[in-house]
């Protein structure tokens, strides 16, 4: 147990003793300003219990409270106790564990849970997008988060490789282009363009939609000559993303595929019929939630072919049977999706699945244009590829001016590393449930919240303990200046921040974190001299900037964001 979490637990133990209350009703909260305090209890539930006054109760427990040595003192306003932690009896135990545990700081007990995220999901044919690169930031860094807070954790993708996008796509390849791909282009890639030229004849042309339609019928029925063309075109798109995901350093533990559970799909919607759990109207099958107030969920079209919900329904059905019991499945998928996954989550409770009650959709905002939202319908998206190029230019003109000396190789590199850095920052420092509109400037900042200020702050951490050398190890020393204290209350709460970020599924809860104790450690290196101390306060300080390092570098790596050496 970190120091922090004894000393939360002394306090529960105490303040239960004199309300009568059992230690799981008392949770404390970090309070909003320093000045209130550095552990929080709101009294309003425990006021309702006893029947009296919240500022009533706060009182009573700051007049019983008695003395504890970690708590310097203890403070009411309106119905909360804030207790003021004595730092300079805390400083040192903290900076120990710290460095006792390294990598392993903040890092969760063992939990026996097995966590599935589904994430990316970036359809074959269409264009890859920044809308797509959030979902697979978040999706990876909420991924870390879990394993890092000690559980099992699953990483799926599923993509759609079938149905009506695919056809126009294949339409535009054999009518617009002959069925060959131009020279020296990233056929994946390309597929895109083809994609959205298709969908604007097919919107100008009632014709082409039905050969369109025709298409899309083909490739289910694996007709041979367009099945062949469907399997060489996904494969180019395949390739594609598998070059972004090394970008990203994501290895997914299975990529499922539409194509693969259409039919599983359709033999589940069928038997979904036969328990009277689904219905037929019109030749459609479909689950009817209008009592639920979630409307009809549909599954299969009147000519047999399966929805993306009976597809859905198929993939769950996959994914139990693989993998067993899975205790938490999350979704990450935009928010324009929410009542589409109310409806397949009370489907499977209905029908029994063993994903009912264990499901979440993890809705995120998308990334839009300075224009408005992104479309992939229209062509007029922000392209991963053009974004990481751009980047790149910008990080590699500054990383050579910082370091004339290296080698171009050298440069490329770690210009492409602080690029892809710049960007997985960028996408998960803002809450999931608000939009982005991402601004290219601002995430290769040196000052402000963006990764390359970041990863700065740790090379100029770096720096001070290369050119400090050694220094004779003391003790008794107090950490009572208020920037190295400020400091320590800061890097001590991310074993607590770790945890809040995988119970409420919120990666930017991490990047919030490092960007305060990156500021924090500024600070500090401002107005605090760590080289030129006395023997005592030099081998304390450097402890202290090392222990900063070891937890920004576990927020970091947490967050797939690179470590660089130099900048």
């Known amino acids: 147990m970190y120091v922090l979490e004894e000393v939360k637990k002394a306090l529960k133990e105490k303040i239960s003793e004199i309300v009568n209350a059992k230690e799981s009703e008392i949770s404390f909260e970090i309070p909003?300003?320093?000045?209130?305090?550095?552990?929080?209890?709101?009294?309003?539930?425990?006021?309702?219990?006893?029947?009296?006054?919240?500022?009533?109760?706060?009182?009573?427990?700051?007049?019983?409270?008695?003395?504890?040595?970690?708590?310097?003192?203890?403070?009411?306003?309106?119905?909360?106790?804030?207790?003021?932690?004595?730092?300079?009896?805390?400083?040192?135990?903290?900076?120990?564990?710290?460095?006792?545990?390294?990598?392993?700081?903040?890092?969760?007990?063992?939990?026996?849970?097995?966590?599935?995220?589904?994430?990316?999901?970036a359809n074959t044919h269409k264009a890859f997008h920044m809308g797509h690169v959030r979902n697979i930031c978040i999706g990876e860094s909420l991924s870390r988060i879990f394993e890092f807070a000690?559980?099992?954790?699953?990483?799926?993708?599923?993509?759609?490789?079938?149905?009506?996008?695919?056809?126009?796509?294949?339409?535009?390849?054999?009518?617009?282009?002959?069925?060959?791909?131009?020279?020296?282009?990233?056929?994946?890639?390309?597929?895109?363009?083809?994609?959205?030229?298709?969908?604007?004849?097919?919107?100008?042309?009632?014709?082409?939609?039905?050969?369109?339609?025709?298409?899309?019928?083909?490739?289910?029925?694996?007709?041979?000559?367009?099945?062949?063309?469907?399997?060489?075109?996904?494969?180019?798109?395949?390739?594609?993303?598998?070059?972004?995901?090394?970008d990203f350093g994501i290895k997914f533990d299975r990529l499922y595929f539409e194509s693969e559970v259409e039919k599983i799909g359709t033999e589940v919607a069928k038997s979904l019929l036969k328990k009277g759990i689904a219905r037929l109207s019109e030749g459609t099958i479909l689950v009817d939630l209008e009592k639920y107030g979630l409307g009809v969920f549909l599954l299969v079209k009147s000519d047999g072919t399966p929805l993306y919900s009976a597809k859905d329904l198929g993939l769950s059905t996959l994914k139990s049977k693989e993998y067993g019991n899975i205790d938490i499945s999350i979704h990450v998928v935009g928010s324009e999706q929410r009542l589409y996954f109310q409806q397949l989550f009370k489907t499977f409770e209905l029908m029994g699945s063993p994903l009912a009650k264990k499901s979440y959709h993890l809705a995120y905002e998308l990334v839009n244009l300075p224009t408005g939202k992104m479309s992939s319908r229209e062509g007029n998206v922000i392209l991963y590829e053009d974004?990481?190029?751009?980047?790149?230019?910008?990080?590699?003109?500054?990383?050579?001016?910082?370091?004339?000396?290296?080698?171009?190789?050298?440069?490329?590199e770690i210009s492409r590393k602080i690029a892809i850095s710049a960007l997985m920052y960028d996408m998960v420092k803002v809450s999931p449930n608000k939009s982005i509109i991402f601004d290219l400037k601002k995430a290769l900042e040196l000052e402000g919240n963006a990764a390359p200020y970041l990863q700065y702050t740790y090379v100029r951490a770096k720096s001070i303990l290369e050119k400090a050398g050694k220094a004779e190890k003391t003790s008794g020393y107090a950490y009572d200046n208020v920037h190295e204290y400020r400091l320590i209350r800061s890097i001590a709460r991310f074993p607590e921040i770790v945890e809040r970020a995988a119970?409420?599924?919120?990666?930017?809860?991490?990047?919030?974190?490092?960007?305060?104790?990156?500021?924090?450690?500024?600070?500090f290196y401002q107005f605090v001299n760590v080289i030129k101390s006395g023997e005592a306060e030099k081998w304390a300080r450097l402890n202290l900037v090392k222990s900063f390092m070891i937890v920004l570098k576990n927020s970091l790596d947490i967050l797939g964001i690179y470590i660089p050496e130099r900048m």
Not at 163 to 189: M, Q, R, S, T
């Open 32 to 121: 909003p300003k320093e000045e209130f305090g550095d552990i929080s209890f709101p009294c309003f539930m425990i006021s309702k219990k006893l029947k009296k006054p919240p500022n009533e109760v706060a009182a009573r427990i700051a007049e019983k409270f008695g003395s504890y040595e970690y708590v310097k003192k203890v403070d009411v306003a309106g119905g909360y106790v804030n207790f003021i932690l004595d730092w300079p009896k805390l400083s040192s135990k903290i900076l120990e564990e710290i460095t006792r545990a390294g990598k392993n700081y903040g890092r969760g007990k063992k939990k026996n849970k097995k966590v599935m995220i589904e994430f990316c999901q």
């Open 503 to 523: 119970n409420d599924m919120r990666p930017h809860y991490i990047a919030n974190f490092a960007f305060e104790i990156s500021d924090r450690f500024n600070e």
């Open 150 to 246: 000690g559980y099992d954790v699953i990483r799926v993708n599923y993509q759609g490789d079938i149905g009506p996008h695919v056809a126009k796509c294949i339409w535009g390849f054999l009518k617009l282009y002959n069925g060959k791909p131009p020279e020296d282009v990233d056929k994946g890639k390309w597929l895109g363009d083809v994609y959205a030229k298709a969908n604007k004849a097919a919107r100008e042309n009632p014709d082409i939609q039905k050969e369109i339609s025709e298409i899309n019928q083909k490739i289910y029925a694996k007709d041979k000559e367009i099945y062949k063309v469907w399997e060489t075109t996904r494969g180019w798109c395949l390739k594609y993303f598998d070059k972004i995901y090394k």
């Open 387 to 412: 974004v990481e190029k751009e980047l790149e230019k910008h990080a590699l003109e500054e990383t050579k001016k910082r370091n004339p000396k290296m080698p171009e190789e050298k440069l490329d």
